[in-house]
């Protein structure tokens, strides 16, 4: 069943826009009756059908809203560093919106090699896989900050940090997470974070954890946690 994300839905009936509305009725081939679903980003899910095929302005008649579709009763925020490779950044944000993240920071730290992040694209990216996975809450994607800054503010929750640093114990996330609340994770970048980092991180709160025994990609490791917490809380 074809997904659309409606940020501005409101009311009985709801009109695709003209890219939409041509790629429904011309591409998918959709027509009257045809059943349609909507999200919004705020949680809710909304049930529908074709009531007008319009190549320009396809109607849609909501039938049904189901409110906090698959709410969670966790919330996760991903703090990580953007990569040299944009690509692989992109490729976090895909797969961790996929399995469920609420909040990712692009985190500045001292071996972060490339700062500048395209953020149409990367919530372009987030809305995509909302709507592939079935997410009717967007993923809120931070305006970058750097690591002094982040760790210096106040969270609520769980608060990890994943470095590959052998100075020191580390925990494994089910160790140091509590199933059904909230949770903060830093990832660091490539060459992982610097040990004045790991210090200020700890000092301000923040649990050392592992991510398993392999060495993994900042990316990887992103996903691991992800869906670490993910899998706590099945």
């Not at 494994?172 to 830093?186: P, Q, R």
Request: aromatic share 8%.
């Amino acid at each position: 069943m074809q997904v659309f994300y409606a940020p501005d839905i409101s009311g009985e009936y709801y009109i695709l826009d003209e890219r939409e509305s041509k790629h429904t009725v011309r591409v998918l081939r959709m027509g009257e009756g045809s059943e349609i679903k909507l999200i919004d980003g705020k949680g809710n899910l909304f049930e529908g059908i074709i009531s007008d095929p319009d190549q320009r302005a396809c109607k849609i008649r909501i039938l049904n809203i189901i409110k906090g579709f698959e709410k969670r009763d966790y919330n996760l925020h991903i703090a990580i560093s953007p990569l040299k490779n944009p690509e692989r950044f992109e490729w976090f944000v895909e797969k961790s919106v996929e399995i469920g993240v609420d909040e990712i920071t692009p985190l500045i730290c001292h071996h972060t090699e490339k700062h500048g992040l395209k953020t149409e694209r990367l919530n372009n990216i987030i809305v995509s896989a909302m709507k592939q996975s079935l997410k009717a809450s967007v993923t809120k994607l931070n305006a970058a900050c750097r690591f002094s800054d982040f760790v210096n503010s106040p969270r609520p929750g769980t608060l990890m940090i994943a470095h590959c640093s052998d100075g020191g114990e580390r925990k494994g996330i089910g160790e140091a997470y509590l199933k059904g609340s909230k949770a903060v994770i830093l990832i660091g970048p490539e060459g992982d974070f610097s040990e004045e980092e790991i210090i200020r991180a700890v000092n301000k709160g923040y649990i050392p954890v592992s991510l398993g025994k392999s060495r993994l990609r900042t990316e990887t490791a992103g996903v691991v946690a992800c869906h670490s917490i993910y899998f706590i809380n099945q």
